[in-house]
């Protein structure tokens, strides 16, 4: 899985707008994790609506070829899932954290719905020259 | 004069077929109105005098008071179309059918001092018209909706009132102090403002005072033919008028629609002349406003027009028929709160700061007029009234919306949003203590999605997509308007575009 990573890291890398999200995800990635693995509310929602088996099926997405990025999983949707991480990460996160959800949402469930797999969104990426809606880059 | 009138009127009713009724009031020239108080003979149709027989003559003077013939007029009740905004006398409101004008503010007699309520007085047939019940629920400015969130138009509830019917015998509901059986008298109802009940949420701000006129000083204690009056009502606003006529007055109302249904008004109410100033005193929409004295005070409840009915249409003359103040306080058991004297409640309900509830209707009004000036805001206001009442109803009652709502400064950003329609100028900040547009809209979604319907539930997952990309793009009502155009109708429902497919 952690190879998987890198090589996405690699290809994100390779654009602007690649770069700029990866910055946006390593200023925020650590409080992601501790609060999805140590706050009840955002453990919660993670679990409840399935978060571990959607980033498979997105990670697997590079590894099988032809794998599709599953929209529902047990009744809830991929947008569902992040409409309510996004809800549950800004109420329990930090200021930053809550400022980069809401620059970003609008552009993460636009690229849900366009996309099926990770090289959709690297495809995305390479067409872009910044992540829209940013409000600043702080 | 008054005590001669039921003599005077039985005298010349036997001796000439013509008459119809006798009032008493000020003698006219022509148009115009003199300072003569006179009996009026009321006739069925105006005779040269060369073509009568000199017994057919109606006498110049009885009893040493001149007399004044004029021909039988008819009248029809007004109703309303249009909106107004600040909760005083004189504005518009509607059960939802058709339009009146909030009179004024009263109390009712039977409730204990320190304990009492306030209520709007109206007519009849504004707030209670054909279906309204007591607890019928009374709008300002547009129809109600049932619920009490701060943005719907929902002001008052109805208590009692009475109105006349065709047959002769009036109509009461809720609790009067009319005597069963009595004859028609009044056309009047009053409504409890929303708000006063400790279970109640909603604020409702009111002025004891009518608009463009100022406080309210009570009522007047009695009425004189040649008062100078004022009304302000919400069609033709203010207008000025001379009290024509008080006693005698025989008055059949004839229904707008049907003018072959008459409801006749027999000996109480007054007629008022316009003024030079204005060529109407009332018209349709005014009825239920109060006329009042140069005092301020309270001298009467308008409730009609006079015209004429000639093929089943009626046209009116300008003049407006209503019931003097004392009838109507009388037979409801009620008060008009009086401003401004030593132990009379204050001026006004609440600060100027805390009108804003209220005055944010003119914005509402206006987003709904710039939304619905495009076939995509056509959609998307449909959308937002959809789910209205129960939003509001959520935010109001359900303590994880209420608190979503506040903590993420729901009512600031509305009321940016709102003021921005009005006012391009008017800057939309980018976030609110730390709380952009987007957090709200995402928490907000969360919690209704939760608390909601399942309706409600369908919309979030539906419309969110479109909600946060507008939010991010969102600087003003034009850009609102841009991003609308970039959502593409949903040929089956007309709905901006959605992800969930019709079943």
Known sequence: MLYDIEILDIELRKTEAGTRLLQVFNAHVDEVFFLVGHHRQVTVAWQRNHGPAFISSFLETNITPDTLLKKEINGVTVYALIRRMAAALQEAGSPALRKAIGDHIATVLEWTEACNSMNDVLQRLKDMSALPYETSLS | ?503
């Not at chain 2, 109001?396 to 100028?425: C, M, Q, S």
């Open chain 2, 1 to 503: 004069m008054i005590a001669m009138l039921p003599d005077v009127t039985r005298e010349l009713q036997r001796n000439y077929p013509n008459v119809r009724n006798v009032e008493i009031g000020l003698k006219r020239r022509g148009r115009d109105l003199t300072d003569i108080l006179a009996f009026r003979v009321i006739v069925e149709e105006k005779v040269n005098d060369n073509d009568l027989l000199p017994e057919q003559l109606i006498p110049k003077e009885i009893k040493g008071i001149p007399t004044d013939v004029l021909v039988k007029y008819s009248g029809f009740a007004t109703d309303d179309t249009s909106g107004y905004d600040l909760l005083t006398g004189g504005i518009q409101i509607t059960i939802g059918e058709g339009m009146g004008t909030l009179g004024c503010f009263v109390t009712r007699d039977a409730e204990p001092a320190g304990n009492k309520k306030i209520y709007l007085l109206s007519n009849h047939h504004v707030i209670v018209a054909a279906s309204g019940v007591v607890g019928t629920r009374v709008g300002q400015p547009s129809a109600p909706s049932g619920s009490r969130c701060c943005l719907c138009y929902d002001i008052a509830d109805v208590f009692c009132g009475e109105r006349g019917t065709p047959g002769g015998t009036a109509s009461t509901l809720g609790t009067v102090l009319t005597p069963a059986g009595s004859s028609n008298t009044i056309d009047a109802a009053i409504a409890k403002l929303l708000g006063q009940d400790a279970t109640d949420p909603k604020t409702v701000y009111f002025s004891n005072s009518i608009e463009d006129i100022g406080p309210v000083f009570g009522s007047a204690p009695a009425i004189l033919p040649g008062d100078r009056v004022r009304k302000r009502g919400r069609t033709t606003g203010l207008t000025f008028g001379k009290i024509e006529s008080i006693a005698g007055i025989n008055f059949a109302e004839h229904d707008k629609k049907d003018p072959s249904i008459v409801i006749n008004y027999n000996g109480s109410p007054i007629l008022v002349d316009p003024l030079s100033e204005n060529q109407l005193m009332s018209n349709e929409g005014d009825s239920g406003s109060v006329i009042l004295n140069s005092r301020n005070q309270v001298v009467a409840l308008l409730f009609a027009g006079v015209g004429t009915v000639s093929n089943g249409v009626v046209n009116g003359n300008g003049q407006a028929v209503a019931f003097p103040i004392n009838l109507v306080t009388t037979r409801l058991g009620i008060s008009i709160l009086s401003s401004g004297t030593a132990s009379s409640i204050p001026l006004s309900g609440i600060s100027e700061a805390q009108i804003k509830p209220i005055r944010a209707g003119n914005y509402i009004r206006e987003f709904e007029k710039q939304m619905r000036s495009i076939p995509e805001g056509e959609a998307f206001m449909q959308i937002l009234l959809d789910h209205r009442n129960e939003v509001m109803d959520l935010i109001n009652d359900n303590r994880e919306v209420k608190v979503a709502w506040h903590r993420f400064n729901g009512p600031e950003y509305i009321g940016h949003v709102l003021k921005n329609t009005t006012d391009p100028k008017h800057p939309i900040p980018t976030d609110i203590n730390g709380y952009s547009f987007q957090n709200l809209l995402i928490k907000m979604g969360d919690v209704l999605e939760r608390n909601g319907s399942r309706k409600l539930a369908k919309a979030v997952e539906d419309y969110s997509p479109f909600a946060f990309r507008f939010a991010n793009e969102y600087n003003g009502i034009d850009s609102l308007r841009t991003a609308l155009k970039k959502f593409p109708l949903c040929p089956q429902c007309g709905k901006p575009i959605h992800k969930n497919v019709h079943a």
